[in-house]
């Protein structure tokens, strides 16, 4: 790994993995606490619309991906909210949508071949300085205003219907949170994938709050996790020459495989030490 860190491309992909794991670990740790992953999910996979629109009017691609993907998160916020009986219906079908509608202007643009797969697993390797610019920036924009209003998304986040009677704006916040994610999956879907942003959303987070006791120890943890596993697939992504992404998505996979044996053997001991104990204290 030394050796791999000589290379200008290696330093940029380390460092974009990094910026990505901190992304990821803050909005990622709201998204699982609120039980957003399949929204989350959602607008990464209907991100694909603006990217085909980009593609087949020639229009900026942050621009046009940005606006689509704000566009379709703000609908999907405003049923989540309305009509959650059925919100993961809609939020399904606005998912197959979008990506069926950028495959297909990918298809229809004039003169240009897009490789599918570059969109779903990424090219960390090849970040150029420009990206990780605007992910620096993310990281800045995204810290403040999660930390700023700390205090309310936390009540918003457990306790809804206190946060109301306590004057929180939820749905304010709650749409500025949706928007926040697909930002965020816009600016990552260039550098490491669709495919890789849902699983730094989702797997590192999850992890972590099952051995934190605060919403900020599961941001921390849940970004050394992140980091971790972005190490880990890069390492064996360049020593036994394999894909980047799908490599980080398979050590993160491990990783969650992992800690869910670790908790079966936990409880296991956990329920081994209470039948002792049981024993012990009731009379013969």
Known sequence: MIEALGFGFMQNALLAGLLASVICGV????????????????IAHSAYGGIGMAFYFGWPYLISAAGFSLAISMV??????????RADTIIGVMWAI??????????MTPGYNVDLMTYLFGN???????????????VAVICSVMFYFHGDLLIMSYDEE????????????????????????VLMVQVVGLILVIALLTIPPYIAEKYT????????????????????????????DLTSGASIIFIAGFGFCLSLIIDRLINLRRKKVWERAHEISTPR
């Open 213 to 240: 006791n605060s919403l900020y120890q599961m941001m921390f943890l849940s970004t050394i996790l992140g980091m971790i596993f972005i190490l880990g697939g890069l390492w064996w992504s360049y020593t036994h």
């Open 124 to 138: 960390i390797l090849m970040v150029p300085v420009s990206d990780i610019v605007a992910m620096i920036v993310m």
């Open 76 to 85: 999907m916020a405003a049923v989540s909210l309305r009509n959650r009986e």
């Open 162 to 185: 206190f946060a109301q009677v306590r004057g929180v704006p939820v749905r304010l916040l709650y749409f500025l949170m949706i928007g926040l994610v697909a930002v965020t999956v």
């Open 27 to 42: 909005i990622g740790s709201y998204i699982v606490v609120n039980r957003l992953v399949f929204l989350s999910g959602g």
């Open 98 to 107: 979008g990506m069926a509608t950028g495959i297909l202007l990918l298809d």
